[in-house]
């Protein structure tokens, strides 16, 4: 086959273990599962992969309750809140 190249990699026990987990599930053969593994590694440097929204918003972990004083549908009573916190200074 054209353009194919053969490669030796090393493995320790953790990483054949996982190999072997995805190829069973997955039923691919190693070949398959490295080459999923590396698309998608290069998606995530290169930031070609399509993050949904949610993601993003999962990804900036602002806890709980976020950073929000009150929700979008009772701004009036965010708006109160933040006054009084600055005239308590």
């Known amino acids: 086959m054209a353009g194919m190249t053969t490669r030796t990699v090393r493995f ?50 602002l806890g709980p309750e976020g950073y929000a004083i009150a929700p979008a549908s009772d701004t009036w009573r965010g708006v109160r809140q933040a006054i009084g916190r600055k005239i308590n200074r």
């Open 12 to 61: 320790d026990e953790e990483t054949e273990k996982t190999l072997t987990q995805i190829r069973q599930a997955t039923g691919l053969s190693i070949s398959a599962v490295l080459k999923q593994g590396l698309l998608g590694y290069h998606e995530k440097i290169m930031g070609t992969a399509s993050a949904r929204p949610y993601a993003i918003y999962q990804e900036l972990d």
